[in-house]
């Protein structure tokens, strides 16, 4: 059984950080690239960050790149994704999910579309 659970998230300050966690089982982590994505309150969905586990090559979106990063440990089947210089339009319900590495594409990094495992989902709040 393929699963996913993403924890970390909480409340803090503007300025703060956060690390999320997501750790997976029921498949081979190699083979798969792995995303955090994020749900504000009447927004879309947005693609946050993205790593190929096996290459590690990662995506950002403009709005967290420089303050966000995200890292594999491939030993334990876990993603990361330490949040720092936090800001109160990073509140949202962050997600991570899973995609086989020939299904990744640019959209799928981008919105989500296209993966196929979810975890259930922490939520984020970041006030001013």
């Known amino acids: 059984e393929v699963q996913l659970v993403d924890s970390g998230g909480g409340s803090v300050q503007a300025g703060g950080s956060l690390t999320l966690s997501c750790v997976t089982s029921?498949?081979?982590?190699?083979?798969?690239?792995i995303g955090w994505f994020r749900q504000a309150p009447g927004k879309e969905r947005e693609g946050v960050s993205c790593i190929s586990t096996s290459g590690h090559r990662t995506y950002y979106s403009d709005s967290v790149k420089g303050r966000f990063q995200i890292l594999s440990d491939n030993a334990e089947n876990t993603v990361y994704l330490q949040m720092n210089d936090l800001k109160p339009e990073d509140t949202a319900v962050y997600y991570c999910?899973?995609?086989?590495?020939?299904?990744?594409?640019?959209?799928?990094?981008?919105?989500?579309?296209?993966?196929?495992?979810w975890g259930q989902g922490t939520l984020v709040t970041v006030s001013s």
């Open positions: 029921g498949f081979t982590f190699d083979n798969y690239a």
């Open positions: 999910a899973a995609v086989h590495l020939l299904l990744l594409r640019e959209e799928t990094m981008k919105t989500g579309n296209g993966m196929e495992f």
